[in-house]
């Protein structure tokens, strides 16, 4: 008789016990269709034999593949829909399955969105039949309204790209309001920070015809009466006004941040003098910027060397003269370096991340004193990127671009932080080691980084958080021995494990991967 506290009968009931199943008269009724959103290379194949293998292709050239085929973060749709949803006077519909659909939106309105998210359902007919390309059409036709809208925003999932949902032949505008419809299929982006980059590229690449035809509106808040220099990639608030008021002793203004907050903002961003690639994985829109002849400029003025290199890169591109460009630098540099001396870090850091800002949070920190061995970005290495891994490697750092979670995990294991600062997975584990961990999205992007501002910005987070190893420590002492995986939680007796089961059901499984690796090749 056990002791155990119980609240029904369901302890009692008889488990029925089972018999390995026939693996062959298995195979033959799985299904093997491969679409579902776990079969990326299926989806893929479908994609390129439903004609979209141009898109593919470029895909392929923009957002090179890492170690891993798919995407280890969020759905990448996730990106686009928030570069949608956070414009005003835009519309965004959405051409998926339902389920993805839903989660979507769900982590959409989670993150502050505070609009509706349009969607048209379809089935295996309307999908077929190139109904449901109607279907979409006829939406986009009813939501034009241009009193609500400027642009209207259309994004094929995975099954309609793979199914060759053809949005290339919507209307360019209708009633006046723009429509612009993207493909961002999980097998094709690799991160949903590059499909921010979709959505930004696209959008840059109608304002930008849009100016060729001719005269387009002045931006809400008017024209700078400076050169501009626009900012590409989202940034906490204040530091495109930090980088303004670094910019204005060289005569110069911060122009608009790409993503942008309205339509009209586009044409301003293109208007400029040079872009800062603050983020440097946007590649479609640098492509966009580069065809306009804008020149592009990499890193960021983070800490003192950056904010030294990125403004005397100012000073190049615009040609001024170097006692202009020294005298803005004094007018900054003694200020970081004082935030820098006056708020130090002490301790062995791990990062990693998929917004793109990695690097420079890590030259950040390293100014501030910590100890880095490894930055892990899961964007990929481009140009823009350069200046940034250079630096940190003459510092010692490994610098891993398209960095898995396991390449990830297996840094912070080998070189035993005092503080692991990554995403969701990594600081989950990192607390498995008794480790102190920092979600890198919520508690590292929400502080300034530029200038004398972000110079003393991570010292208190980072610190607190190194400081609190002890109570890391007492945490694991009182789940030791709760088990782990399998085996985890409080049991009367041995878990009932069955390595059996367990190997039968990895045989069927590599046997349907074979199946399918066949068919391929097929």
């Not at 491969?34 to 895909?59: I, M, R, T, V």
């Not at 956070?86 to 505070?114: D, E, P, Q, W």
């Not at 800062?276 to 829109?285: C, D, E, G, K, Q």
């Not at 989950?428 to 502080?447: C, D, H, M, V, W």
Request: with cysteine; aromatic share 6%.
């Amino acid at each position: 008789m056990s002791d155990e506290v119980t609240y029904d009968a369901a302890s009692q009931v008889e488990v029925i016990k089972g018999h390995l199943r026939d693996e062959a008269a298995e195979a033959a009724v799985m299904p093997t269709d491969g679409l579902g959103c776990h079969s990326g290379s299926a989806l893929k194949k479908a994609a390129e034999l439903s004609g979209n293998s141009e898109l593919l292709a470029q895909f392929a050239m923009d957002y090179p593949q890492g170690p891993h085929d798919k995407p280890q973060s969020m759905c990448p749709a996730f990106g686009s829909l928030r570069v949608g949803l956070r414009m005003r006077r835009v519309a965004t519909v959405l051409s998926g399955s339902a389920c993805c659909v839903y989660g979507l939106t769900f982590i959409s309105h989670f993150y502050g969105a505070r609009r509706s998210v349009g969607y048209v359902p379809f089935n295996s007919e309307t999908l077929v039949t190139g109904k449901l390309f109607e279907d979409i059409r006829d939406s986009v036709h009813e939501l034009a309204d241009p009193n609500l809208y400027d642009a209207i925003v259309v994004t094929n999932l995975c099954v309609p790209t793979a199914s060759g949902v053809p949005l290339r032949l919507l209307p360019n505008e209708i009633n006046g309001v723009r429509i612009v419809g993207i493909d961002v299929p999980g097998f094709g982006i690799p991160t949903h920070a590059e499909a921010k980059d979709v959505l930004a590229g696209a959008m840059l690449n109608y304002a930008r015809k849009e100016i060729e035809a001719g005269p387009v509106a002045a931006p809400q808040g008017g024209k700078s009466d400076r050169p501009t220099v626009s900012l590409l990639g989202e940034m906490f608030p204040a530091d495109p006004v930090m980088i303004g008021a670094m910019l204005a002793p060289m005569g110069l203004a911060a122009g608009p941040v790409v993503p942008t907050r309205e339509w009209r903002e586009l044409y301003s961003a293109l208007d400029c003098g040079a872009v800062a690639a603050i983020h440097p994985f946007y590649t479609v829109a640098i492509r966009e910027f580069e065809a306009a002849g804008r020149p592009i400029l990499g890193s960021a003025p983070v800490g003192y060397d950056g904010t030294a290199a990125w403004m005397a890169g100012i000073g190049d591109i615009f040609g001024l003269a170097a006692d202009q460009v020294a005298a803005a630098q004094n007018t900054f540099l003694p200020a970081i370096e004082g935030a820098l001396a006056a708020k130090p870090i002490t301790g062995r850091i791990t990062l990693s991340g998929y917004e793109g800002g990695e690097l420079l949070v890590a030259r950040l920190l390293i100014e501030s004193g910590a100890e880095i061995p490894y930055v892990g970005t899961a964007c990929p290495k481009t140009p823009w990127s350069a200046e940034d891994a250079a630096w940190l490697e003459a510092r010692g750092v490994q610098v891993k671009f398209r960095a898995s979670l396991e390449d990830d995990c297996a840094a912070m294991e080998a070189f035993q932080p005092n503080l692991a600062i990554g995403t969701t997975p990594v600081v989950q584990k990192a607390k498995e080691l008794a480790i102190p961990g920092l979600y890198f999205t919520n508690l590292i992007s929400a502080r300034p980084l530029m200038g004398p501002a972000g110079a003393g910005s991570l010292a208190e987070v980072v610190n607190a958080a190194i400081a609190g190893k002890a109570r890391m420590d007492k945490m694991r002492g009182f789940f030791e021995g709760v088990g782990e995986g399998d085996t985890a939680g409080v049991w009367e007796g041995a878990p009932n494990l069955r390595p059996d089961f367990r190997a039968a059901h990895q045989k069927k499984l590599d046997k349907m991967a074979r199946a399918a690796k066949a068919q391929e090749m097929i």
